[in-house]
């Protein structure tokens, strides 16, 4: 056999070897739809995996990951948001595509978010009420149109990543004079009289996942160090995190504890991956209205956290990466055709009725804005309903509405069941699911008995 032809009949083998594999099954479980992805290992694989299924709008009730040696094996329990299974094939059939992509490294954010036509925007800076309408005010009068914005605020700071054109053109902004003056005024504006140095604006040519930048701009900003500057009332029950080395296998073993919602294993993979940890087995469950996630990590060179400061500062850090998409205040939905200045002039409004900005997400389908704001009060407290329903006359009471946040849909019969195994378990201890884990790993011949 000539050399050519071996490399061929090699290149082959290397391509089934790696190719991975992912399987959707109706059939195991009767309340969710089993999802399963095996797939060579590399940096980074787990948090692409539950990207795909987060971005869709998926919620993973359960969740095993491990892996043995250069191969990654995860098992995702998943439901639509009404807590039904997946049963449009078209809709597996597109999830399978797109695990099968990351898996092989040819899956690209941009597929799936076209931001291209757009220059996007950073910001971060000190958090006050009314920012984010002196912001749009700013954009509208420099002839800026926001095609997509997401805003994020917590412990007295902002990050936002906006997604602007030219109001005239439609096209992306490009003019050197023009990106320097719109940077220039933002910064003016994010510095208030307070905050001259920590004020950042800057314009990304990258195309990255939005929410992932996001968390990045507040790991940078170290928001999980600073204290907010108004004391709201929490509505959300708080996190619990704690971290212990397995010094026998030499695993650093990281328990988080929150209140169950969309994307939280996002949130938390998302920081575990960008603070430079891998993840080599996981156990992800819900209880109730809780989920409880546990992590096996090391470094990218193999050792586990090394120091209490190391240990302090990755509580820290995941306490945060929840506590900022907790949504805080009440949820305003807008629906309206769109125009140059709608959102300078709802966030102005917003600010003069007394409500405060904690968190929006800002798109346009088809020259109609969709967007969301979580709003409070000016101390950070619930919104007045009669403050809320005097701007909703104001903006319009057909186009903008006052959106009850779903409860997550858990079924009976497996409330029941984990409401047993949990027992007497008071809700401020944290549960492990370290056994729970470990049995998964013997099973699978990774360890030996622990019994």
Not at 24 to 40: E, G, H, L, M, Y
Not at 336 to 343: H, I, K, S
Not at 362 to 375: D, G, H, L, P
Not at 409 to 422: I, L, M, N, P, S
């Given at each position: ?161 906006i997604h602007v054109t030219d109001s005239n ?125 546990e992590f096996y990590i090391r470094h990218q ?85 009669k403050i809320i329903e005097s701007v909703r ?59």
């Open positions: 056999m000539e050399w050519s032809a071996c490399l061929d009949e090699y290149e082959k083998l290397v391509i089934r070897m790696t190719t991975p594999r992912v399987v959707i099954d109706n059939a195991v479980c009767p309340t969710s739809t089993v999802v399963k992805v095996d797939s060579a290992r590399k940096h980074g694989i787990l948090l692409e995996a539950v990207q795909v299924l987060t971005d869709l709008n998926l919620s993973i009730k359960k969740a095993y990951i491990s892996s043995d040696g250069r191969w990654f094996m995860d098992v995702f329990h998943v439901t639509d948001l009404n807590g039904n299974k997946l049963t449009d094939e078209s809709v597996i059939n597109y999830i399978e595509q797109l695990l099968a992509l990351q898996s092989l490294g040819s899956f690209h954010y941009g597929q799936t978010n076209d931001f291209s036509g757009s220059t996007a925007l950073e910001l971060t800076g000190t958090d006050r009420v009314g920012l984010l309408s002196e912001v749009f005010a700013v954009l509208s009068d420099l002839q800026c149109s926001v095609a997509d914005a997401k805003v994020w605020t917590h412990n007295g700071r902002i990050a936002s990543l053109s439609g096209a992306p902004i490009e003019n050197v004079q023009l990106i320097s003056l719109i940077e220039a005024r933002l910064r003016n504006v994010l510095k208030g009289d307070n905050d001259i140095r920590s004020a950042k604006t800057s314009v990304s040519m990258a195309v990255t996942h939005t929410e992932r930048r996001l968390h990045q701009m507040m790991f940078a900003d170290r928001d999980y160090e600073r204290k907010p500057i108004l004391e709201s009332v929490p509505t959300h029950s708080p996190v619990a995190v704690t971290v212990q080395n397995w010094l026998e296998r030499g695993y650093s073993v990281v328990n988080v504890q929150a209140k169950d919602r969309t994307k939280l294993l996002f949130d938390v993979v998302c920081t575990l991956t960008d603070m430079g940890y891998i993840v080599f087995h996981a156990t992800v469950n819900t209880i109730g209205d809780r989920g409880y996630m060179d193999g050792t586990p956290i090394s120091s209490e400061a190391e240990r302090q500062r990755v509580i820290q850090c995941l306490e945060a990466a929840v506590e900022r998409r907790a949504s805080e205040g009440v949820r305003l939905e807008l629906s309206t055709p769109d125009r140059q200045g709608l959102l300078a002039d709802v966030t102005r409004t917003f600010r003069e009725n007394g409500l405060n900005v904690t968190r929006a997400e800002v798109s346009t389908m088809k020259e109609t804005a969709q967007n969301v704001f979580y709003v409070t009060d000016v101390m950070g407290k619930s919104a007045d309903g006359e104001k903006i319009g009471l057909s186009c903008l509405r006052v959106k009850e946040l779903p409860p997550l849909v858990y079924h009976k019969e497996g409330r029941e069941r984990d409401e047993q195994a949990v027992g007497g378990v008071a809700g401020t201890v944290l549960l492990s699911l370290g056994s729970m884990v470990r049995k998964n790993l013997y099973n699978l011949g990774l360890i030996r008995s622990y019994s």
